[in-house]
């Protein structure tokens, strides 16, 4: 990112889990599950998550739909004040001691040069805005849970962020806030990442998956790697 390049209507979107922190979604779920008060429950939903945690692994899969329905399908009968308590702790224990510090570095900068700064990120909004809040971040697009009497269903509520429909979201916020996405910046590390970062002006992938690093290979984009 280069200081000339800042303007007020411009911005930088970051993809979280792989790109900014050395973490994937399914791990906050682990840590909720393990903290549940019955045993019972804990284990069961432990194990329930375990089975497919191969799948979960690969955060390209896991912005796929019908990968991340089933995901989040394991966070049914939780009650929000839980989530939100523990979204806040998950952030603290779990997430920002695996921060990249290139990735602090990088926000400080965008900071520093006037851009409108977004984390973009399939994860849930009860875990990504306190994140974002820690770090000084203005916005939050995320991934969001259907609650009724106060517990989660197990059903996400649309739009499901990856792929396009996380470039659809992103440009949607651009409209709404009048910003030039041609002098802006986008920060991902997975496959599908790639149309938010194709609809900006300063693509950049980071710790990329295979795919995604051939593809900004051959496009001349950036390649960063944070440690």
């Not at 916005?139 to 609650?147: D, Q």
């Not at 997975?190 to 795919?211: H, I, K, T, Y």
Request: proline fraction near 6%; glycine fraction near 6%.
């Amino acid at each position: 990112m280069s200081s000339s390049s800042a303007s007020p209507r411009a911005a930088v979107f970051y993809d979280v889990d792989g790109a900014l922190v050395d973490s994937r979604i399914v791990y906050a779920y682990i840590y909720f599950a393990l903290r549940l008060p019955r045993l019972r429950e804990r284990v069961g939903r432990v194990l329930r998550a375990s089975a497919l945690a191969p799948v979960y692994a690969f955060s390209d899969l896991m912005q796929r739909p019908f990968v991340a329905r089933m995901f989040y399908a394991n966070y049914k009968g939780l009650p929000i004040e839980r989530l939100r308590l523990m979204g806040r702790e998950v952030v603290e224990r779990a997430i920002l001691p695996n921060l990249y510090s290139e990735a602090r570095k990088r926000i400080e900068k965008a900071r520093e040069m006037g851009l409108v700064q977004v984390f973009v990120s399939s994860g849930l909004d009860f875990i990504v805005a306190p994140l974002a809040a820690e770090l000084g971040v203005d916005h939050v697009i995320a991934n969001r849970l259907e609650f009724q009497n106060g517990e989660a269903t197990g059903r996400l509520l649309d739009p499901i962020l990856g792929g396009d429909e996380k470039r659809r979201a992103v440009e949607a916020f651009a409209r709404e806030r009048n910003l030039d996405l041609a002098h802006s910046y986008a920060f991902g590390d997975s496959r599908s990442d790639l149309p938010m970062l194709e609809a900006m002006g300063f693509p950049c992938a980071v710790n990329p998956e295979p795919q995604l690093e051939k593809i900004a290979g051959e496009r001349g984009w950036p390649i960063l790697q944070f440690t």
